[in-house]
Structures are given as structure tokens and as C-alpha cells.
């Protein structure tokens, strides 16, 4: 069974930063893309970043310039760097983990990020 625990939100003002952190218990490369999205409330769960384990990594455009998604291997953790937040990131960030073969997605419990203007 894969859990993807995530850490590291909380309540900042504009133009602050969080770091979120995505700990996998299993090896990153059972993994074909991981990744982290974000629900406000009243909408729907949006991508915000994706990581493949090449390295490639993809973000969602209200996020680019500001957002680096990143993993350490070694670690089984995949992190989100999040810079000059704004009021309308405030969500709650889910971690996602996109099985290889079965292409099983898995989930974290998420974590609630509060950003005040």
C-alpha cells in the first residue's frame, strides 16, 4: 500500500513562502510522475506542478516564476517550493503519485496553505 504524507503548510502573508514536502513510502521510481494540486474552496482540484524522474518538470501557468517543484530520491520526497504567494493560492495542496504500469493514482490527506493580503 503507497502513502504519500504531506507537511509544511500553514498561514503566511502575500508575498511570503512555504515549502511543502510530499514523504512517498515507497521508492520514487515505482512512480511515473509526481506531482501537486491545489482546491480552493467551491472549485475544482487544479495541477499546480508536476515532476517526471527524469526530472522534467511542468507548472501550471499562474504558477510559473514563482512555484519549483523538486524530489530527492534518496529521500522518497517530492517538495514544492512556493515564492511570492499570493491570496488566490490559498487551497489546500494535495502531493499525487501516478503508479507505473497499474497507473494508479495516489493521493496524500493534503495540507491547507492560508495566504493573507
Known amino acids: 500500500q503507497v502513502h504519500l504524507v504531506e507537511s509544511g503548510g500553514g498561514l503566511v502573508q502575500a508575498g511570503g513562502s512555504l515549502r511543502l514536502s510530499c514523504a512517498a513510502s515507497t521508492s520514487l521510481f515505482s512512480f511515473n510522475l509526481m506531482g501537486w494540486y491545489r482546491q480552493a474552496p467551491g472549485k475544482q482540484r487544479e495541477l499546480v506542478a508536476t515532476i517526471t524522474n527524469s526530472g522534467t518538470t511542468n507548472y501550471a501557468e499562474p504558477v510559473k516564476g514563482r512555484f519549483t517543484i523538486s524530489r530527492d530520491n534518496a529521500k522518497t520526497t517530492v517538495y514544492l517550493q512556493m515564492n511570492s504567494l499570493k491570496p488566490e493560492d490559498t487551497a489546500v495542496y494535495y502531493c499525487?503519485?501516478?503508479?507505473?504500469?497499474?497507473?494508479?493514482?495516489?493521493w496524500g490527506q493534503g495540507t491547507q496553505v492560508t495566504v493573507s493580503s
Open positions: 499525487n503519485a501516478r503508479q507505473k504500469f497499474t497507473l494508479t493514482d495516489y
